[in-house]
Structure formats: C-alpha cells, structure tokens
C-alpha cells in the first residue's frame, strides 16, 4: 500500500521561498505521474503543479495559473521523492500541502503546513 509523507512546511514571510518534500513508499515510484495538492480549511483541496512519470525520456510538468512562473515540481525517482519548490511566496499561499498520484489516489498523507505570513 503506498504511504506519502510529506516534509519541510513552515512560517515564511511573503515574497520569500520554501521547499517541500514528499517521500512515497510500497510503489515503483518511477511509474506514476505525481502531483502536488493544497487545501485551505473550509476549501476544497486543489491541484498545484504535476509532474508526469518516467516512463518517457523526458517530464512534462502543469502548473495551476495562481503559481505559474513562481513554483517548480521535480521529481528524484532513485529516492522516491517529489519537491515543490516555492518563491516568491504569497500571503495566499498558505495551505496544507499534499503530494499524491495524478490523479489522486484515495489514501493521503498527513500533509505539511506552509505559512506565509508577516
């Protein structure tokens, strides 16, 4: 069964950067287009940036237009692991943030917490 564990949220100011991680276990990672989600309560959680597998030579990867040009999805298939690089941060960035399959599978992980705040 796969597991996602999300690392490396914080307390940010507004126009700085943070990267997060995500560590996926029990699949064949390299296989599985991945994406990052966000959730802010109250809200329904939304797609931020997908990476597709590595099943062709080269990745494409999709960003939601509110992070286009400030955010980058990447992905280290020999560690399992998917990042979301994040600049230039916003004061409405913040949000629980989740990796999972693209398109999500059911199980999520515990996610991490992105503040972004003066």
């Known amino acids: 069964q796969v597991q996602f564990v999300e690392s490396g949220g914080g307390l940010v100011q507004p126009g700085g950067s943070l990267r997060v991680s995500c560590a996926a276990s029990?699949?064949?990672?390299?296989?599985?287009?991945m994406a990052w989600y966000r959730q802010i309560p109250g809200k329904q959680r939304e797609t931020v940036a997908s990476?597709?597998?590595?099943?062709?030579?080269?990745?494409?990867?999709d960003y939601a237009d509110s992070v286009k040009g400030r955010f980058t999805i990447s992905r280290d298939n020999a560690k399992g692991t998917v990042y979301l690089q994040m600049n230039s941060l916003k004061l409405e960035d913040t949000a629980v943030y989740y990796c999972?399959?693209?398109?999500?599978?059911?199980?999520w992980g515990q996610g991490t917490q992105v503040t972004v705040s003066s």
């Open positions: 029990g699949i064949v990672f390299r296989i599985y287009d």
């Open positions: 999972n399959f693209n398109p999500p599978a059911r199980s």
């Open positions: 990476i597709t597998s590595s099943l062709t030579s080269t990745h494409r990867t």
